[in-house]
């Protein structure tokens, strides 16, 4: 397999070229294998119809169409987080993950094998550094998961495992690729890439063209402290990256998202975030406020009201922040978390995420929305929906006929996402406008025949009887003063023709 072709990693400029001189194809079956691949999501060559058998057999025989290899899949009961773990064609593996708010879903997708940067709060870099992926083995997760949930992502961030401008050929590639429309197709709005602060790749995503959104994980203002908590930051330290960030914004007029994450008592104080404001100013910015995820021990997180004091600084300065949701906390979902606990290049059995107690105090109490009443009925002795079941409870029993894909995909049969989520166009038509907003019940101007068609009936005719009684309308012609305004026009009219006769008699 290692002598193959990798499908994954072909453009469609190099499809026709492939097609062209090694398999004497004319180049629009580029187009029909990209369809194939990267919209319909079929990664056998067989099930390529509209392929000849002599050509699907060669293709078989020369190209890889494997997408990556799932090893484990975690999914959070808390909020629908999913973890994958995928094994590549060599037996490394790399982590995505998928993370849902609503009906949008966002991929969050890996680099390299490891990451060479060595960031103290980051589990991936305690693993150590492998090898850069090629672009097919970047964007051939977003099509696993897409495959996996089986529909469409919206959303990429890349924001997994390794520093994606480390590999800035390979991830540009990727980009074009997701991004071409003959290909996957998916909006360059909708595509944001996440960099620890390497100043050449950011110049090079600037002078790309691309448009892409660029992140910056931050995390400190001064050079001490984020040397320590990030050792980049002695090759590309705060002034430079500064700079890069100034650049970037007048070459694309692009606002930049700031990660900064919170760590308890080290980088949290109102103090870290007045230089933070410093640091920012001229730069338009989006501020990210991550409250840290436990590392080894490494780590505590940050008090409650350290993190409402330091968003209320930046938001007081004028910066534009918020304090991100934290999705996947029951899950290994920090980067590098759920590789180092499995045996790379084992498969093992998917298994739900552990589950949690009622009465556990890091759940989140608000973070669903409350039940509108308009939801459908609860059957009698079912429990709340809100209501976590202990382990002894039994297994959770699934609806007939549909499957527990934790909200990703709709429900059969029913019309509405498995989150139950009732939206409004789900009203019988007489509660809604076309819209699908909520109002109230339009008034009925018309009826049907029945009794109110009769009274309707009988009044116009008693109309008809007291018009007909009165007898017929004046009109304009029958006025006696329409007569006087049209008598001196008939005579206006005899005294031209009597002049016009003179005239001819003089002649």
């Known amino acids: ?205 600037a002078g790309s063209g691309l448009g892409v959104r660029l992140a910056v994980s931050l995390h400190a203002a001064e050079d001490e402290l984020r040397s320590t908590l990030m050792p980049v930051n002695e090759t590309f330290p705060l002034d430079d990256l500064r700079k890069a960030m100034q650049d970037y914004q007048r070459i694309t007029g692009n606002r930049i998202t700031i990660e900064y994450a919170l760590f ?63 999705l996947g906390s029951d899950i290994d979902a920090a980067c590098g978390q759920l590789r180092r606990k499995t045996k790379g290049g084992e498969p093992s059995i998917l298994e739900p995420a552990p589950r949690t107690a009622p009465g556990d105090k890091g759940t989140k109490k608000t973070s669903r929305p409350p039940k509108k009443e308009t939801a459908a009925p609860k059957r009698a002795g079912a429990p709340s929906p809100s209501v976590k079941v202990a382990d002894d409870a039994g297994p959770k029993r699934e609806r007939v006929g549909t499957k527990p894909s934790g909200g990703f995909v709709d429900e059969r049969g029913s019309g509405r996402l498995a989150f139950d989520k009732k939206r409004k166009t789900d009203l019988p038509p007489k509660e809604r406008y076309r819209s699908g907003k909520m109002k109230e019940e339009r008034p009925v101007y018309r009826t049907g025949t029945g009794d109110g068609a009769d009274d309707r009936a009988a009044a116009q005719g008693e109309r008809r009887t007291r018009e007909s009684a009165r007898g017929p309308k004046r009109t304009a012609a029958t006025r006696p003063e329409a007569k006087e305004r049209s008598a001196p026009k008939k005579r206006n009219t005899a005294s031209g023709a009597a002049s016009k006769d003179k005239r001819k008699k003089r002649s």
């Open 264 to 326: 308890g008592e080290v980088n949290d104080s109102v103090e870290h975030a007045r230089l933070l404001v410093r640091y920012l100013k001229g730069i338009h910015v989006f501020v990210n406020l991550i409250p840290c995820n436990s590392v080894d021990g490494r780590y505590q997180r940050p008090a409650a009201e350290n993190i409402l004091k330091f968003r209320s600084v930046l938001e007081t300065a004028g910066f534009e922040t918020e304090i991100r949701e934290e």
């Open 1 to 205: 397999m290692a002598d193959k072709i990798y499908a994954l990693d072909l453009d469609k400029g190099e499809w026709s070229q492939l097609f062209d001189k090694e398999f004497g194809q004319p180049r629009f079956r580029a187009d029909q294998i990209c369809q194939w691949i990267w919209q319909k999501r079929v990664f056998d060559a067989e099930e390529m119809t509209n392929l000849s058998k002599s050509l699907r057999d060669a293709l078989v025989e020369k190209v890889d169409f494997a997408l990556p290899l799932l090893i484990k899949e975690q999914r959070s009961e808390r909020d629908g987080t999913r973890k994958y773990l995928w094994q590549l064609r060599d037996g490394q593996s790399v982590e995505s993950v998928l993370m849902r708010q609503g009906e949008r879903l966002t991929a969050c997708i890996s680099t390299q094998v490891g990451c060479p940067l060595g960031c103290t709060f980051c589990a991936t870099g305690l693993s150590g550094y492998v090898r850069n992926l090629s672009a097919g083995e970047i964007a051939g997760q977003f099509l696993a998961m897409e495959k996996a949930v089986g529909r469409d992502i919206g959303n990429l961030v890349y924001m997994g495992m390794g520093e994606p401008f480390l590999n800035t050929e390979a991830v540009l590639k990727s980009v074009r690729m997701l991004n071409d429309p003959g290909m996957r197709n998916l909006g360059i709005r909708h595509i944001a890439i996440s960099t620890s602060g390497i100043v050449p790749g950011i110049l090079e995503l």
